[in-house]
């Protein structure tokens, strides 16, 4: 079997669009179709159903693909090792939450860029350790980091490479704000938290309902700046990553209403998926500039100016 149409599988699976994984390959799209049609006839089953808005894995198709995934890492590791003494090289994307994609990985992709010139970095936005997973096994990302206390999901290796502290942020002029207030004093007010999935937004939650006495109003939100932006219009506090607010705190247009544990940065790979060396590399650079704090400047801090 040919692993060029492997490899071709492979891509119109993560791409899910016939145009897309064409472009990428950089074959025309009827070679694609081509191809697709004479590998579901070699292995007698269909791949993929064909929608108005692209191409969906079919039950057995996802089940093949994890199976043409590791004949692809073969290869590629074999290509490896005949040239082992190569410049490190390639594609890496990787998967993180939106306040490490804001706010940490930037000013170290830029870093990265300058210091491995052969390796092109990308950054694609993953929420939960369940998507991580999928994107994963996908292959749309190398490996990926979220803000998570534990990653218990199958077939994904963890490790902690650091950690973000979080705080509950409020307006200057909210009535808990400078309170370092207990908990019991929430009730009452409007509590912004992110979406579902989010971990320390959802055991927060779960913290809030669990107040005698009723508790507070939560509303979720899918962004940290949306979020963000309430609070300073005094609608409610927010728990949010310190990094997120770092620049608010310090100009006085939100104050910290109470100091949160710090959340671990995971780092999360597939069990049985093959490590590039591009991808080994940027892993070892980045467990590197988390333990020693990330780099500093306006994206690392959040100094975005805001001011009206």
């Known amino acids: 079997m040919d692993t060029r149409v ?36 070699d292995l007698r089953v269909r791949l993929f159903d064909r929608l108005p808005s692209g191409t969906v894995l079919t039950e057995t198709g996802a089940r093949l693909l994890e199976q043409a995934r590791h004949v692809l890492d073969a290869e590629d590791r074999l290509r490896h090792e005949a040239h082992g003494t190569a410049p490190v090289e390639g594609s890496v994307t990787i998967g993180a939450s939106e306040s490490l994609c804001a706010y940490r990985l930037p000013l170290a992709v830029a870093g990265l860029n300058r210091s491995l010139p052969g390796v092109d970095i990308h950054m694609r936005a993953v929420t939960t350790p369940a998507e991580a997973a999928d994107q994963l096994a996908a292959g749309r990302t190398d490996f990926a980091l979220l803000l998570e206390p534990r990653v218990e999901v199958p077939h994904l290796e963890s490790e902690a490479i650091g950690s973000e502290p979080l705080v509950l942020v409020a307006a200057p002029g909210h009535p808990l704000a400078h309170a370092e207030a207990p908990l019991r ?36 939100f899918g962004s940290i700046e949306a979020a963000r ?8 506090l927010a728990l949010l990553p310190v990094v997120s607010v770092r620049a608010d705190l310090t100009s006085g247009r939100l104050c910290a209403a109470q100091d949160f544990p710090a959340v671990p940065v995971q780092m999360m790979w597939h069990r049985s998926r093959w490590i590039t060396p591009a991808t080994r590399t940027v892993m070892a650079r980045l467990r590197q500039l988390a333990a020693d704090g990330w780099p500093d400047g306006p994206s690392a801090t959040g100094a975005q100016d805001r001011t009206a």
């Open 229 to 236: 932006a309430c609070v300073e219009a005094g609608l409610g």
């Open 6 to 41: 492997l490899r071709t599988f492979a891509t119109l699976a993560r791409t899910g669009s016939f145009t897309a994984a064409a472009a990428e390959l950089h074959l025309a799209q009827s070679t694609v179709t081509v191809q697709i049609r004479a590998l579901e006839r």
């Open 185 to 220: 004093q929430l009730a009452g007010h409007t509590v912004f938290l992110l979406e579902e999935g989010c971990s320390y937004s959802d055991a927060f939650a779960r913290e809030l309902a669990a107040l005698p006495g009723g508790s507070p109003r939560v509303t979720r």
